[in-house]
């Protein structure tokens, strides 16, 4: 399978560069069997679902992880966090003019008192340590910036503070967003749980590695970035009591179908298991889903790993045509960009 199988052209205008108005004020594209593809609105999600269903989110929450410094010798840096791993140390992807070197100390912005030094690298990743005395995560959060995706090309502002971050984020360590998840407000989940869905709740910290392009031609031969998951009891509880009568499993983003097929892989002959973890899971065409029945996800880059995600779970051609479709209506692509609603193939 090759990796040109999974490209399109898109227009740099319909890059979506800030988000809806309001939440929930996008378009969604649905593509369910035996329908074709149907122009919507996002609140219109709530017509297909159905009492018994499960709704599952990914409750993540996204660390201001973006940092701005420059080297002691005055070259600019840009730090961007990929995993706290320690009291003081944590993973970080680097940009710069010339790569630090191990030993090397950069300054934040900020932050005066502030020194990171190199200790490291790990693959494309750097290893940093700091001088901060307390909690890594509350400082982020007073010297980082939102982690805006490369796409969007502007600096963060206040108001990505709020709306790159879903109203149910809860547990803190992702670097980007679930952005399927940024649609939804308190009100939609209100008319979702009064419809008779429940809802369920994993984590997967979405890490730096999203970003990463896929670099082989041969697309099995691609190997995945890890991600922290936890898939805890009582979400499998949920998910086996929905199955047993008869309701659907609803996955907001390709974040928890990653999570829930992680959860399934070693269980043997039991549908589902509690798993936390790291998680490399490589799902493309071909993968035979245990979990899923709908999925509810934005549009995704040309060739990488979650557009092939979308084409194992909807079929590759089904998807090309739902693409070329929404790029010729305007729709609004990529993270703060428009929706889709796929139903799983049967063919």
């Known amino acids: 399978m090759n990796i040109a199988d999974f490209t399109y052209d898109l227009p740099d205008e319909l890059i979506a560069q800030f988000p809806s108005p309001q939440r929930g004020a996008s378009r969604l594209l649905k593509l369910m069997q035996g329908r074709g593809i149907e122009d919507s609105q996002f609140p219109d999600l709530v017509d297909e679902l159905q009492s018994g ?10 660390i201001p992880a973006r940092l701005h410094g420059q080297k002691e010798t005055g ?75 490369p796409y969007i090309d502007r600096n963060d502002t206040a108001g990505d503070a709020d709306r790159y971050q879903t109203v149910f984020a809860k547990e803190q360590g992702a670097v980007a967003a679930p952005t399927a998840g940024l649609h939804y407000d308190d009100a939609l989940l209100a008319r979702i749980r009064a419809k008779g869905v429940d809802i369920a709740t994993v984590t997967l910290h979405v890490g730096a590695g999203t970003y990463q392009p896929v670099r082989v031609t041969k697309v099995e031969d691609h190997v995945m970035h890890s991600e922290y998951v936890d898939v805890n009891q009582q979400v499998c509880d949920q998910i086996k009591l929905t199955k047993e009568r008869g309701g659907r499993i609803v996955a907001v983003g390709t974040t928890v179908v990653r999570s829930l097929e992680t959860a399934a892989q070693a269980t043997g002959d039991e549908l589902i298991a509690p798993f936390q973890g790291d998680t490399d899971i490589f799902i493309y065409p071909g993968y035979q889903f245990k979990v899923i029945d709908l999925l509810q996800t934005n549009f995704h880059l040309p060739e990488s790993t979650l557009l092939m995600l979308v084409s194992a779970f909807a079929g590759t051609e089904p998807i090309q045509q739902a693409y070329q479709h929404a790029i010729a209506q305007g729709y609004r692509f990529f993270s703060y960009g428009d929706a889709m609603l796929l139903e799983k193939s049967t063919a």
């Not at 320690?86 to 934040?108: D, E, M, T, Y």
């Open 53 to 62: 269903d499960l709704l599952v989110l990914n409750n993540t929450k996204v």
């Open 75 to 149: 070259g600019r840096v840009e730090i961007l966090l990929e995993r706290i791993t320690g009291a003081n140390q944590f993973v970080a992807q680097i940009r710069a003019s010339k790569a630090p070197k191990p030993g090397q100390v950069l300054h934040v912005d900020g932050d005066d008192s502030a020194r990171l030094m190199v200790t490291g690298r790990r693959d494309t990743f750097f290893e940093l340590e700091s001088n901060q005395q307390g909690s890594l995560f509350d400082w982020f959060e007073r010297v980082g910036h939102m982690p805006l995706p």
